[in-house]
């Protein structure tokens, strides 16, 4: 009884290893059956797992390096939240994973520098002179003295001259001749000199309210009249009188000392 229940375990057990060894070989077979995945194979899968996903891909991974055997479909699967690194997943016929670097940049081709043709120093260019453009000179009337006065001389339009000069020369001097005859020098001064107003004194021939004696040329009769300067007036300057005996205010010219001659009347 005994020796029979032991041969049925020994059967069992021999039952059990055959099946063991027959799954075993099986699997080997079928495991060398498999065709190994190369590291083409891989980047191929990311390439085209990437298109799908609108990234740009770079497995950075040896095309002719084989990997393990895979007889299901790659999974790639982004890590870390980002395409850049994946994870390569294969359930068939033995689970196995691998991460590799899907987004690797380029490595940048160094060109060789081409050589620049010499280009010939441009001449020198010669320096133009440019002119410059003076404007015009502004000029200036002012009085000159044609001979040599001495202090307390009467000026007449004989002793003095118009002479333009530039406006550095003008600034000081007496540019109006109305304004030197007639006039007393104040001080002696030198033939050709100009004329200022500090060489003059104010010596009027006629002052305000001065009873002048008037002159009246009408049709050649000369009429004598007496008038009331309104202003003082210097030898030849146009001056304002009133009639003493009409009231009338009239226009006159200073020919001396207290007469002039009448020209018009005046509205004032």
Known sequence: MTFIF??????SALTLTAFICFTLIAFADRVHASRAVTGADIADAIVQTL?????????????????????????????FGSWKTVRVNCASPIPWKLIVRAQWPPEPQIEADAEEPKQEPAPAKTPVKRQKIKPPTEMF?????????????????????????????ARGMIEDPARAIGRKM????????FLKPRHLEKNWMIEKDDIITMRVNTK?????????????????EIIRMRN???GVLLRVKVTGDKNVDVISKTAR
């Open 141 to 169: 009337n002012v009085v000159m003295l044609t001979r040599s006065v001495s202090k307390g001389d009467i000026l007449t339009k004989e002793d003095i001259l118009v002479k333009s000069v530039r406006e550095a020369k």
């Open 244 to 246: 003493a005996s009409s």
């Open 220 to 236: 050649g009769i000369e009429v004598l009249g007496v008038g009331i300067a309104q202003e003082p007036g210097q030898l030849g």
């Open 6 to 11: 032991s041969n049925r375990i020994s059967q």
């Open 186 to 193: 104040r001080q002696s001064v030198s033939s050709r000199r």
């Open 51 to 79: 298109e799908l996903e609108g990234e740009e891909a770079g497995p950075k991974i040896l095309a002719t390096k084989k990997y393990f055997p895979c007889d299901a479909p790659l999974e790639i699967l982004p890590m």
